[in-house]
């Protein structure tokens, strides 16, 4: 498992944070992320609305086991994202009473999927993968990410479930990289090639990907990537913060076009942000609205 890995604080002033916010000068707001490129683009979001509201941060980059590791240890205060309740419920589950669930940043879900190129007729389902002239031509070797993440652990169900082993299939885990790399390697070669994918991800701004029928349900459908916070932390969020915490929603294309512009397009997390909020202040202003008065 890779350790977590820091990123220095945000550097504004505590006499700006006090004029800002009203809070006492004090710790950092500890932020964990999940190591991967589109939870760092919802990350950016995050980022840029906190320093607009005068909050110091600092980031802790880590694998998924150990990011929720981390949660419940106190050793980070929001962690940016929990897919719930089917990929990452059952890491918080132990804690939950510890957390404040807030927005949902976006509606994930994982997939087996081939590239649109192979013929929907000989391929549609995850059991034709079985078929002998399917056999034939796919790639055996399946290539995953890290071995905490949901996909990876639904994917070694799939495995087992479809008794895939016994034609030759092998599911491996590896880095998001190792992934992608694995999946355009076999298109720019036009070989045939299961990706075990999600949305949002930037692979399908960059290609088109069909999503193979698994009716045994062991993807798990929709989950809801939402902000979890610790309880312990509530009274050093000002109430202006967790307004649009709890409001903020960015939808599964807008992930997938930031995580293209930071994968692809060179940008930071925040400066694909600051980019995309630019250009939809009327959203973020949906976010910032208070509730009226009950």
């Not at 890779?2 to 707001?29: I, K, N, Y």
């Not at 709890?246 to 397009?265: F, H, P, W």
């Amino acid at each position: 498992m890779s350790a977590p890995r820091d990123v220095p604080a945000d550097t504004a002033r505590a006499a700006d944070r006090e004029a800002t916010t009203g809070l006492p000068s004090g710790a950092p707001l500890r932020i964990g992320v999940i190591d991967l490129s589109f939870h760092a683009a919802s990350s950016g979001v995050v980022a840029a609305l906190l320093r607009r509201d005068g909050i110091p941060f600092e980031f802790r980059h880590a694998p998924h086991e150990a990011l929720f590791g981390l949660l419940a240890n106190d050793e980070i205060d929001l962690a940016i994202s929990a897919w719930l309740p089917g990929s990452h419920g059952a890491y918080i589950q132990p804690f939950e009473d510890q957390l404040v669930k807030l927005g949902v940043l976006y509606q994930p879900y994982a997939i087996w999927g081939v590239p649109d190129e192979v013929p929907v007729q000989e391929v549609e389902a995850v059991a034709d993968l079985l078929k002998p002239a399917v056999v034939a031509r796919m790639r055996k070797t399946i290539q995953g990410i890290g071995p905490g993440a949901g996909i990876s652990r639904f994917s070694r169900e799939i495995m087992d479930a479809y008794r895939l082993g016994e034609v030759g299939y092998e599911f491996r885990n590896g880095s998001l990289q190792d992934c992608v790399g694995a999946f355009e390697s076999a298109v720019q070669a036009q070989q045939w090639v299961v990706v075990p994918l999600w949305h949002p991800q930037f692979l399908h701004n960059r290609h088109r990907i069909r999503a193979l029928r698994e009716p045994l349900g062991l993807l798990r459908g929709q989950d809801e990537a939402t902000l979890v916070l610790r309880r312990s932390a509530l009274s050093r969020v000002p109430a202006r913060t967790l307004n649009w915490m709890r409001r903020i929603s960015l939808g599964n294309a807008v992930v997938a076009a930031l995580d293209d512009q930071i994968s692809r397009g060179g940008l930071t997390p925040e400066g694909a942000a600051a980019d995309w909020m630019a250009r939809h202040p009327e959203i973020v202003a949906s976010w910032e609205a208070q509730e009226p008065p009950a």
